[in-house]
């Protein structure tokens, strides 16, 4: 099984639990967790995300890496990922 196809498996469990919503809510809208395939999930997390969508003043991201633009998943960057912020 492929890397992308396990991080799949684990956004669809934690949709349900409200990570889907946060990430919308942080993101102004620019990272759904929610694809129907993992080839779109793998896009949506290498999408860059605009510095000027990340609200910072939601709890757990306000340290998030300043400046630039950042994915959901960001491979080698823990400062850049979404996702590690989230959790």
């Not at 999408?47 to 939601?58: H, K, L, V």
Request: charge should be negative; include cysteine.
């Amino acid at each position: 099984m492929a890397l992308i196809d396990e991080v799949k498996q684990l956004c669809d469990r934690l949709v349900p639990l409200g990570w889907r919503d946060l990430l919308l809510r942080v993101t102004r809208n620019a990272l759904d967790i929610q694809q129907p395939t993992a080839a779109a999930l793998q896009a949506t997390l290498m999408n860059p995300i605009p510095d000027a969508n990340i609200d910072r003043m939601i709890a757990g991201f306000q340290d998030f890496a300043p400046g630039g633009s950042v994915q959901g998943i960001q491979p080698g960057s823990f400062a850049r990922s979404l996702f590690y912020h989230a959790c």
